[in-house]
């Protein structure tokens, strides 16, 4: 699907992008939120780089912002037009535009004089990674930007999005043969992946920032593949991931009646995301919820369904209300809940209804 964007939305974007000043670029931490980071940093130069854990923007940040008066956001890979309140404030700030580019489940257009919101389920429903949008906007713009379709493709595997990204994929496998396979995740793009999600989970921000920066100054896929730091990171990760999956078979909760399997992890490292895919591929007919109890006290979640048969995004919002915040995809999304046994009665009642 390349009509997500308009020519009226690429003039308007022109005109964002010839905006002088401070400039930020804020992107989701992960491997889809980081690739398409680093291909817009390769294309236009000049802003300040910040992860983001997810689209819930905190009043410190705001205020952040406020005092620091850009003169241009953009927010990548992150719903924030669930704070659609605080970002039309930011938008307030004099001479300020705001870029979303976007693609999980929407809330609101969020497009004014000011922001330009491009999410391409406006249109229909598609699930087509930051990554891809941000490379097929890029080729609209006539960027020189097929030689970096790897990096696209990286994003895109880490994110799953295999199905509606095939000509993306077809056209990735026909130029660097050697990188992808039949299988994605089983190529080495698919490794590239696990390279950033392992920075991710060993370092959290600081490790989503070096893995943009390492992409970003890249020569090519060889280049970034074989970073000390982040082979380092990935080994480490990947020995408690291994003991997690082994502890996985004496500790999940299984209710087959909801062809559901819950999972309670106990791990110094963020893995609750990395470990929920994985059992999803394991479980494809089931529905995963893996949990982890946070230092403060609450409960990070990772859900999963590759059936389709429920759109977990929508029910992880409904599941939240008054006791956290989250969202998501059809087959996939996160949260982050004060109370584990309020959640779990919500979900729960939504898989009999």
Sequence with gaps: MENFVSSSQLEKLGSFLSVKGKRYLFYHQDADGVCS????????????????EGPRIEEAFVQELLEEQPELMVFLDLPVDQEAEKVKRLSK?????????????PEEDMSNENILHI????????????????????EKLDKKVEPLIWMSVIG???????KECRELLD???????????VRPLESKLGKGAELISAAITLKGLRGAARALDILVRAKNYK???ENRFLLQWKGIVQKEIDKILEE?????????????????????????????????????DDIIIVKKKTDSGHWKLSVRSQTGL????????????GIGSGGGHKKAGGALVQNWDTFKERFFKLLVS
């Design 223 to 225: 280049e970034f593949a």
């Design 93 to 105: 700030i004099p001479g300020c535009r705001i870029i979303i580019i976007d693609h999980h489940i």
């Design 310 to 321: 429920i759109n977990v995004g929508e029910n992880i919002k409904k599941c939240v209300k």
């Design 171 to 181: 056209k990735c496998r026909t130029k660097y043969p050697d990188l992808l396979y």
């Design 37 to 52: 980071a680093a291909l817009w940093m390769r294309f236009f130069q000049g802003f300040e780089t910040r992860a983001r």
């Design 248 to 284: 996985f078979k004496e500790k999940k909760e299984e209710y087959p009646e909801l062809n559901l399997i819950v999972y309670s992890i106990e791990s110094k490292l963020s893995v609750s995301s990395v470990i929920s895919s994985i059992l999803a591929r394991l479980y494809p």
């Design 119 to 138: 999410n391409p389920k406006f249109r229909e429903d598609v699930y087509l990674p930051a990554s891809y949008l941000v490379y097929r906007i890029l």
């Design 156 to 162: 895109v595997i880490g994110d799953y999005g295999f």
